[in-house]
């Protein structure tokens, strides 16, 4: 994170719960239990993942006073939640489809080269006094991160119940993308 300039009190608030959440997040995702299926693994990294979306936005809330972005993080978060909720549910089930050696090898690459790049891009995202930019510019490569790796997904034989749940993230989080970097335009 950009530590060049002075920060309010507000955006080192902010960003102190920013840096909890986001290690958080990266540790749930990189030490996941994985396992011979490729839908369980999605879903034990996805998890934290939409976890730290949650607790992201929760934490915009406290300090942002820009209403169209407390909407989508008011958005966001029972968006999230219920998508946890339905993987969760299914789990079991998605654990019962198992994939050969070969694809979860290129599957497991694939999603580690999305993650370490979410990371990269979350962890050095411009900071500044607006705490309502950096939301966005903390939360668009999370996002981007979200389609990718079910995009990814979808490349194999996979659980079906997961399938409309994969469709679902990649919908929702690119109009959301969209509208992030509307706001971005309009911040300035």
Known sequence: MNKSCNFSNVTNDYLAAYECILRDMMDGMTHADLSDSISHNFITQMIPHHQGAIEMSRNILRYTTNIPLQNLALQIIP?????????????????????????????????????????????????????????????IPHH?????????????????????????????????????????RCMG
């Open 144 to 184: 981007c991160a979200a389609i990718a790796m079910s995009e990814n997904t979808l490349r194999y034989c996979i659980c079906p119940e997961l399938i409309p749940i994969l469709d679902c993230i990649i919908r929702s989080q690119r109009m959301e993308v969209q509208k992030m970097q509307c706001m971005l």
């Open 79 to 139: 968006e999230q939640t219920k998508s946890i909720s339905c993987m969760r549910s299914i789990l079991r089930k998605c654990e019962a489809v198992h994939n050969c050696k070969q694809d979860l090898y290129r599957y497991q690459t694939r999603t580690r080269q999305i993650m370490q790049t979410m990371f990269c891009e979350m962890k050095c995202a411009c900071t500044t006094n607006c705490v309502s930019g950096n939301f966005v510019r903390q939360m």
